[in-house]
């Protein structure tokens, strides 16, 4: 199948950063050490292939008071810049892998975390990081907050939505007053989840962020009947937004970009399966991609066995 020129090839700039495609590998852990060489390594490889944007995987914010200065980190961001990408780093609140409460945090810890952020994104900027994108999906501490389900809080971080919307948006107005318009800042969302918000909670929440100074919006999961569907309500709140899950298959990034539902497409699993995806995919090659047969096992199954993430579609390294 071949569709040129393909939409997912066109540019795009967001304020003084250009992407040279509208592809982005989204943050995935490699259970590899980001400020090791094989870390570096493995981003240089991902970057080469062709996306418009990295972006690293969930890092903890504790972590950049302990290992990760600018100077370890810029090995990393320098090999994402010689392959032509954009570098972005999402971070998490706790370190990845542990986890609290939502109901036990002390507002004393979160004023901590919120801090932790701000010193963790002025890092990243000294790094030479273009964007950070602090993780509020997939159920983790972040988006519990804002989820009525899970946050049985009672106080002003809790109980109302604007309550609920409150971490976040501390951490979004955090990072802006510690580093103005110096970064891109993402921000990743569940647009729903059944049993406790829908999309209008959502948007609500979304145009909050976008007020307090979001750039990019990336929900996650968004592809749930069509590609991008959960996405598209919220480009009407004037920022980019990334669509991601299952957009691999040949046409399916396209359609979301062709029918207006997302800005940018990110690639996960396609990507690992195929680190070359984005520059085939932008060429029209479909038939030279190494397709992801989402069997999940030496992706999602290493990174339960906290092993390094690879793929059963790869080549058997030579003996
Ligand atoms: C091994 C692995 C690690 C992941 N780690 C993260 C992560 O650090 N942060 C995050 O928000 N999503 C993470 N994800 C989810 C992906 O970013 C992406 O949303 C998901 O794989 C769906 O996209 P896909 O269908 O193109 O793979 C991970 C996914 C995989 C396979």
Redesign the pocket.
């Given at each position: 199948m071949t569709t040129l020129p393909s939409l997912l090839s066109q540019p795009l700039r967001i304020r003084s950063w250009q992407f040279r495609n509208r592809v982005v590998m989204?943050?995935?852990?490699?259970v590899r050490d980001i400020a090791a060489q094989d870390g570096v390594d493995w981003y240089r490889r991902h970057a080469e292939g062709g996306p418009g944007l990295v972006i690293i995987?969930?890092t903890g914010v504790p972590r950049f008071s302990r290992d990760l200065s600018a100077t370890a980190l810029r090995p990393l961001v320098d090999a994402i810049h010689q392959a032509g990408a954009l570098a972005a780093i999402?971070l998490f609140p706790l370190d990845?892998g542990t986890d609290r409460e939502v109901g036990q945090l002390s507002r004393t810890e979160i004023a901590d975390i919120v801090q932790q952020y701000r010193r963790a994104t002025r890092i990243c900027r000294d790094a030479g990081m273009d964007g950070v994108e602090p993780?509020g999906?997939?159920g983790y501490l972040l988006n519990r907050f804002f989820s009525p389900a899970e946050n049985p809080r009672h106080d002003d971080y809790g109980q109302t939505p604007a309550g609920r919307m409150r971490f976040g948006l501390e951490i979004v107005r955090g990072i802006r007053s510690e580093v103005g318009e110096a970064v891109l800042l993402l921000y990743?969302h569940t647009p729903v989840k059944d049993g406790s918000y829908g999309c209008a909670d959502s948007l609500a929440f979304a145009a909050e962020l976008v007020a307090a100074g979001v750039d990019v919006l990336d929900l996650?999961?968004s592809s749930l009947v069509t590609p991008g569907d959960h996405a598209a309500p919220f480009r009407h709140l004037g920022v980019p937004v990334i669509a991601?899950?299952?957009?691999?298959a040949p046409g399916r990034a396209e359609e979301a970009l062709r029918e207006g539902r997302a800005d940018l497409v990110?690639?996960?699993?396609?990507?690992?399966a195929d680190p070359n995806w984005a520059r085939k995919a932008c060429a029209g090659e479909w038939d030279q991609i190494t397709v992801?047969t989402k069997c999940?096992k030496l992706?999602?199954g290493?990174?339960r066995k906290r092993l390094p993430?690879a793929c059963t579609e790869w080549p058997e390294p030579a003996a």
């Open positions: 989204p943050p995935m852990v490699s995987e969930a999402q990845f993780h999906a997939h990743r996650s999961p991601v899950g299952g957009l691999d990110a690639i996960g699993r396609g990507q690992i992801c999940n992706c999602f290493n990174l993430i």
